[in-house]
């Protein structure tokens, strides 16, 4: 473990932002169940300020801790009520997203922040939001050139406005607060079209991060949000497009620190531009917006005190970008801090008896390709690779865009490059309920309802591991503002065997890791020969094949992009 810094360095992680740290270990919250709850305890007994940055955070969220229902509370909007009563301060950095695309999250946002901040009213509350759009711009010739396709997509929201009722349009209206450039409610209540609309307006970055700071002392990440969508628990009793397997991680002393420095960082970067867009808000729609405030005050970061309290080797890494400029032909951001990509190379490439990665997308050519060159270099290498059987807005919205079959496309040629570089050596398995299901759609795999996975997780040979917010692919690696964890310790192991016990059974977790390949593919292939209800644990063999017919190539776009 002592040489942890020196490996850093040797590929340049260290660099990163973010010092190599010694503290204690960090403890593992495996689905919601136990995510949640935690959330719940350390807001509880935050004694001074609680700092959240969300992409998704819904405060009519239940609760579900003992504690937090004991006193009568049922909502995150109630609990944040009660400690900001008692005096606390709280921030939240929201996620604002591209209007037009995401335009379903772009409302949430603003009624998240629009549900907080009535709430305060005239409480002397220390509460802020500030609802953050990454300041990545695509350049004024792709705007130009996409520009017809973005105006079919507000066209198809104006009729989409229009075809409700005439109060719920108003208010929905009201919320889509990016489109206020381009539509306007006229008098006739209807959604018309401003005289002259504004060149489009092209967000391709989001902040993607899951992160929760209390009294700089304790932090929670991973890549769970707060929403009820998210919810789940270890027997995935729930519908099959209500399950949600995500992996976080608590951690205490000085990482908790850093946590807070990247949330400030983020913070004070965005506040100008949010400000100002809520300050918009409130003129253009008085009665929804009256309670924003006109502007956001900068955070101070904490202070580090890197000074050692445990044993662990530790590093808080991210992936950051900036905008290149919203001119000419630019379509990427300008990568700064690739720190995640980094570290997951750097335990590819020590890597000798076993990688096991959960990922909701595999799409990124670069680790794919050190993966299959290590592969060459070590034969004594096997890999474990846990994916959902396919995309959440394929499986369960029936969609089929070219922005999804382009992903498809990817995840395709990435499995083929480990396929061929491991042979029989690599293991690509997804989760599915021990439940019959007739389908032909891919929300089911071997006549069962699948899992869906949302988890972000690395471990090699059982002393190195990463657990964070970001996806093996090129948006989490190069563009979206991005947070993990990595450390070197006994404890990344503990982690592949409660994984096993909750993906498989008890009895796989005490394999030893030697032997956990053949065992998966062993556990695996059997429960594709048998009938659901009869399966052990929840794993099948992944399909690409599937991905792979659904795949296009498009040269022009950018593979960040899904």
């Keep these: 473990m002592a040489f942890l810094p020196r490996l850093l360095r040797s590929h340049g992680i260290a660099a990163s932002q973010n010092p190599v740290i010694r503290a204690p270990e960090p403890t593992f919250l495996i689905e919601a169940s136990s ?3 935690a959330l719940e305890a350390n807001t509880l007994d935050a004694r001074t300020r609680i700092w959240f940055a969300y992409r998704i955070f819904d405060p009519s969220t239940p609760l579900y801790h003992p504690r937090t229902k004991a006193l009568g509370l049922s909502s995150w909007a109630d609990l944040i009520a009660y ?90 209206f009201s919320y889509l607060h990016g489109y206020h450039r381009y539509l306007k409610l006229a008098r006739s209540g209807q959604v018309t079209w401003r005289l002259w609309p504004a060149l489009p307006r092209i967000c391709p970055v989001t902040h993607h991060h899951k992160l929760a700071v209390f009294d700089d002392e304790c932090a929670i990440l991973g890549g769970i949000d707060v929403n009820e969508r998210r919810y789940d628990d270890p027997t995935h009793n729930r519908d099959s497009a209500e399950t949600w397997h995500d ?31 809520m300050r918009q808000a409130r003129r253009h729609y008085p009665r929804q917006f009256s309670a924003l405030p006109r502007a956001i005050d900068r955070l101070d970061p904490p202070v580090p005190k890197d000074a050692p309290t445990g044993d662990v080797p530790m590093q808080v890494i991210r992936t950051a970008s900036r905008c290149q400029g919203a001119f000419g032909f630019r379509m990427r951001p300008k990568t700064v801090d690739h720190g995640i990509e980094d570290a997951h190379i750097t335990l590819i490439r020590r890597a000798k008896t076993l990688l096991y990665i959960e990922t ?18 070590c034969d004594s290498l096997r890999l474990i690779m846990l994916l959902p059987a396919a995309p959440e807005e394929i499986a369960f ?45 891919r929300d ?107 795949g296009v190539t498009l040269p022009l776009m950018p593979p960040e992009l899904v």
């Design 247 to 277: 992996v976080s991680v608590e951690i205490t002393g000085p990482a908790a620190r850093h946590v807070a420095g990247h949330i400030a960082d983020v913070w004070n970067t965005d506040i100008r531009i949010a400000s100002k867009r």
């Design 397 to 441: 919205d029936d969609k089929n865009g070219l922005d999804l079959r382009y992903g498809e496309r990817l995840q395709a040629d990435c499995i083929d490059i480990l396929r061929r570089a491991f042979g029989d050596r690599v293991l690509f398995v997804c989760p599915a309920k021990r439940e019959y299901r007739d389908s032909n759609k």
């Design 360 to 377: 909701q997308f595999f799409r990124h050519k670069p680790l794919a390709e050190a993966m299959a060159a290590r592969a060459r270099e």
């Design 444 to 550: 089911v795999v071997n006549d069962a309802p699948i899992i869906y996975v949302h988890s972000k997780v690395t471990i090699a040979d059982d002393a190195w591991a990463i657990v964070g917010s970001a996806n093996l692919n090129g948006r989490s690696l190069k563009w979206d503002t991005e947070l993990g964890l990595l450390w070197n310790s006994a404890s990344a192991g503990d982690l592949r065997r409660c994984l096993t016990r909750d993906l498989i059974d008890e009895d796989a977790a005490t394999v030893p890791m030697e032997e956990a390949f053949d065992l998966w593919r062993s556990v695996s292939s059997a429960n594709a020969r048998r009938r659901p209800t009869e399966r052990r644990g929840f794993i099948l063999p992944y399909r690409p094949d599937n991905a792979d017919a659904m």
């Design 35 to 37: 995510a949640y709850p």
């Design 83 to 172: 400690k900001l009563d008692r005096g606390i301060e709280f921030r939240l950095l929201l996620t604002d997203f591209d209007t037009v695309v995401g335009d379903t999250l772009h409302e949430e946002t603003w009624r998240t922040l629009t549900m907080l901040y009535d709430r305060k009213g005239d409480a002397p509350w220390d509460m802020q939001i500030c609802p953050a759009l990454h300041k990545a711009r695509a350049g004024r010739y792709v705007r130009l050139m996409l520009a017809p396709a973005i105006y079919a997509r507000i066209h198809a929201k104006r009729a989409e406005l229009n075809a409700m009722p005439p109060a719920e349009r108003a208010s929905t």
